[in-house]
């Protein structure tokens, strides 16, 4: 019986990648790291976590399914919130808060947005999802509701300890961590399969044609649904995750902004790819420290945010159409040369698409009729 077994370098890999996330948190303590790795980068790490699974959840509602969405913060804010109420109301204990959260927001999804987006398709149902992220926040400070979310007020953790079998060994900011990185690491590894599953397969062919999936027997109504139902699974353990980490969730935590910063993370990162949600969510987790370091150069910096954010996503669409993971890909079979040689094809072929439009042009040919509309020349008859 044939054995499968996996590279010895990509075993290598996996087993460095692994040894760097256990250790991670303790790297500012050792003398030749301590001068480059802070503890803040614990806390880095611990949010590239929580981002991380938010770019899973719109990478597989959006580059897998081909679902737009304008409204995924307010997913997020709803599984952050169902956590903070779960625990802090009804003393659910943390972990099993973030679980319930992730199961409300994903019968929520696939019921509440995936049925209707069943009938909707394109700009349709940007704009449906884009009514939800805008009504959210006024929803959770409803009379009634705000019983529950304490309004405008928000949620907050009381006192977050690590559990008594961890207390002795790890402090707050490692247990965080540890974590949401193993949860994050875990989740990664079903988004893995089931994209590569019959399920992944099915929401390729509905992102590619619809009508061509509906021919090959898949059930489009089902699968978009589920597509939901599942994106915002994820979505919810991330919002779960978030409320954690960031010890409090309001009405304003999450807005419109940040997901259009969700799109731009996937477009970045690449679309389609586990490799591209990792660098969309590293993206997130630096792209405030960017900005802020740009600015020490540029002090106008902060007040173009949006400009920055839209001229890179720009730039990489030109220059590289799958992200940054086409990218590295692109690198690991044709090498740097034949990614430099890539670029400048598609900076040549924008120049002379840029001078074609430039270029002036002649008046339009004339049609037969008015061809032989047109008098004769002096030494001929007119066209026939």
Do not use: C
């Amino acid at each position: 019986m044939p054995s499968f077994q996996l590279p010895v370098a990509r075993v290598f890999w996996l087993g460095l990648l692994g040894a760097v996330l256990v250790l991670f948190p303790f790297f500012h303590t050792w003398p030749l790291l301590d001068g480059y790795v802070t503890q803040f980068r614990t806390f880095n790490a611990t949010m590239f976590a929580v981002w991380l699974l938010v770019v899973l959840s719109m990478n597989l509602l959006t580059g897998y399914s081909g679902q737009i969405s304008l409204g995924h913060a307010a997913v997020v804010l709803v599984g952050a919130f169902t956590t903070a109420i779960f625990s802090q109301r009804f003393n659910v204990p943390l972990p099993l808060a973030i679980a319930l959260a992730g199961l409300f927001t994903g019968v929520v999804g696939g019921v509440v947005i995936g049925i209707p987006a069943v009938r909707l398709s394109g700009p349709y149902l940007a704009i449906a999802t884009f009514a939800l992220v805008l009504s959210l926040p006024q929803i959770l400070k409803i009379g009634g509701i705000n019983n529950y979310t304490h309004g405008a007020l928000g949620i907050g953790i009381h006192d977050l300890q690590p559990p008594g079998f961890a207390d002795r060994f790890l402090d707050k900011s490692e247990w965080l961590y540890y974590t949401t990185m193993a949860t994050a690491v875990f989740m990664t590894a079903v988004f893995w399969n089931i994209t590569h599953s019959r399920i992944g397969r099915a929401f390729v062919a509905l992102r590619d044609s619809e009508i061509g999936a509906e021919q090959m027997g898949v059930n489009v109504p089902f699968y978009k649904a589920l597509a939901f139902a599942l994106s915002s699974f994820y979505a919810g353990i991330a919002g779960g995750l978030f409320f954690m980490v960031q010890a409090f969730v309001g009405p304003e935590s999450l807005g419109f902004f940040d997901s259009i910063l969700f799109l731009v993370a996937i477009v970045i990162g690449g679309l389609a790819s586990v490799l591209g949600s990792v660098l969309g969510a590293l993206f997130l987790t630096f792209q405030v420290e960017a900005i802020t370091r740009l600015g020490d150069v540029f002090s106008q910096a902060k007040n173009l945010r949006g400009v920055i954010y839209g001229g890179a996503l720009v730039i990489v669409m030109l220059l590289f159409p799958r992200g940054f993971a086409g990218a590295v890909q692109a690198f690991q079979s044709n090498g740097p040369r034949g990614v430099w040689r890539s670029i400048l094809a598609r900076l040549s072929s924008l120049v002379e698409l840029a001078k074609s439009y430039a270029a002036p042009r002649g008046p339009a040919p004339a049609s037969p009729d008015e061809a032989r509309r047109q008098p004769p020349g002096p030494g001929g008859s007119s066209a026939s």
